[in-house]
């Protein structure tokens, strides 16, 4: 990618995900060249492709030296094999949440881009959707803050919901799906994580405690099979103001995926890295890997 031409892009992935958000924002993209599609169904590869006018690809190494970037949309111990050869191959990465299931994967795909000079985003869905940045932006400006309290709990269990036939989401539960945004969304705030205890309760309850580094209090309440009177999705801020909750936002993935798309882009060109870059990603698998080892162990795990 030279010269103000279009980022040529590979997806990989053919699940929900893919057709909701990846490849309509890729193909929509001003500045994309939407290349490829590979997938473990060869079929939906080909059928994915020809709805975007892309190319399918049987080969995953062979999408990768045809493009600049690769964007995925697959299970999160695919998506880091898949992540840490295209930045061996110094590919640009836009990954999905969480970018692994292990801090030792998380940290070998930021040490391969950084290597091979490759520039990554990791789409954790609302943080690139104005309103939450400016909502953010305030927060932080203001200070002063003692506690976060987020609670999302919600199932893929439902009649219609795409995500309901996702091995790794009824595998690993409300901690690694839908975790990952809760704490990308206190940490910009309250900072660093020093300390994580958890634990699992019926139907995927998971509580977690983080212990940032100055000293304030996070608490996650996270579940993917809540009973349908028990769902919710609300977030606050606690302190010396008072209560700052989080605002809600229309659910649009493709407008927010091609946010994460400009910022790529940017940061590739040689701009500022996205402040949810890949470092941000492991960081956010840290604290997770913590709360997994705290439950199994009965543990606060320390960071």
């Known amino acids: 990618m030279e010269g103000g031409t279009a980022m040529r892009f590979g997806l990989f992935g053919t699940g929900p995900w893919a057709h909701m958000a990846h490849a309509p924002a890729l193909a929509a993209h001003p500045d994309v060249e939407f290349v490829g599609v590979w997938g473990r169904n060869p079929e939906k590869a080909a059928a994915l492709a020809e709805q975007f ?22 299970p999160p111990d695919v998506q880091a094999d898949i992540a840490l050869r295209a930045a061996r191959a110094g590919k640009h990465l ?3 949440k969480p970018i692994a299931f292990t801090a030792e994967a998380a940290d070998e795909i930021v040490a391969a881009a950084a290597a091979g000079d490759a520039k990554g985003v990791v789409f954790f869905t609302r943080r690139f959707m104005p309103q939450i940045q ?3 932006a305030a927060v932080q ?19 219609g919901n795409p995500f309901g036939e996702s091995a790794w989401r009824k595998q690993s539960g409300g ?19 020093e300390q994580v205890t958890a ?12 212990r940032h580094a100055g000293g304030t209090i996070t608490t996650l309440t996270l579940s993917v099979d809540a009973p349908p009177k028990l769902e919710r999705e609300d977030a606050a801020f606690y302190g010396e103001s008072g209560v700052a909750p989080v605002p809600p936002v229309p659910w649009e993935p493709v407008e927010a995926f091609g946010r994460a ?11 500022e890295a996205s402040p949810l870059d890949l470092g941000f990603g492991a960081q956010v698998v840290r604290i997770l890997t913590a709360a997994a080892e705290s439950i199994t162990t009965g543990r606060t795990i320390t960071l």
Not at 53 to 74: F, G, R, T
Request: glycine content about 12%; proline content about 4%.
């Open 141 to 159: 400006a203001t200070g002063g803050w003692l506690e976060a309290r987020v609670d999302h709990l919600g199932s893929i269990y439902g009649e």
């Open 261 to 271: 798309v400009d910022s790529l882009i940017s940061a590739a060109g040689g701009g």
């Open 134 to 136: 400016e909502f953010l």
């Open 94 to 96: 836009l990954l999905d």
């Open 199 to 210: 634990l699992a309760g019926n139907r995927d309850m998971t509580h977690v405690l983080l």
């Open 53 to 74: 006018s892309a190319k399918p690809y049987s080969d995953i190494d062979a999408l990768i030296a045809d493009v600049d970037a690769i964007a995925v949309a697959l």
């Open 175 to 193: 901690l690694w799906d839908v975790g990952p945004h809760a704490v990308a969304l206190v940490l910009p705030v309250l900072g660093p994580v």
